[in-house]
């Protein structure tokens, strides 16, 4: 009787240590999209919030947003900014363009990952819309413009970790989509 009930709790342990791996596994699996939710939600790591709409509020308050576009050298792109920088109030909807050329002989489609620095000025930086929610495609020799729709929250003043933030540079990186339909980061 003794071995019996030895035998049985030997296997309800074994039963919950696969249990706890195969939950491990699951979590392990889970953290990247989840993370990548966290940040978009809560603006941690210099990453935009997204937002359905511009707050009712706008403050008499400015604050400049540099743009920056950067390129992997896999992509055979031109990209860069319409505009260098804008002056915005606080609450303000603003639309600004990115320009991207395909200088291949061939159909192309990139990503662009983006991130705003100061990191801590993330949470109160809004995209209403933005090229980077979707992959883009480029005929040979096509040249386009990409808008991104954004204001930075009237809140970023009243927060005393951010109140020395003058300037936000949203800054965007595209990289060559393989044809799987991931970006080949490396």
Request: some cysteine.
């Amino acid at each position: 009787m003794e071995l019996k009930k030895k035998i049985n709790s030997n296997r309800r342990l074994a039963t919950f240590l696969i249990g706890f791996v195969a939950v491990m596994v699951g979590v392990a699996y889970a953290s990247v999209p989840l993370y990548k939710l966290f940040c978009q939600v809560t603006g941690y790591g210099g990453v935009p919030k997204i937002a359905e709409r511009a707050p009712d509020v706008v403050l008499e308050r400015a604050i400049s947003v540099r743009f920056d576009a950067n390129t992997n050298p896999k992509l055979p792109w031109h990209f860069k900014p319409t505009q260098n920088q804008v002056t915005v109030n606080l609450g303000e909807s603003v639309l600004a363009f990115y320009k991207a050329k395909n200088l291949a002989k061939s159909e192309i489609t990139g990503t662009a990952l983006f991130n705003v620095t100061p990191l801590k000025a993330g949470k109160y930086f809004s995209k209403i819309d933005c090229f980077c929610f979707e992959e883009q495609t480029l005929a040979a020799g096509e040249s386009v413009e990409m808008p991104v729709q954004f204001f930075v929250d009237p809140e970023i003043y009243n927060d005393p970790n951010t109140r020395d933030v003058k300037t936000i540079t949203l800054s965007y990186t595209f990289y060559l989509t393989t044809p799987e339909g991931k970006s080949n980061k490396s």
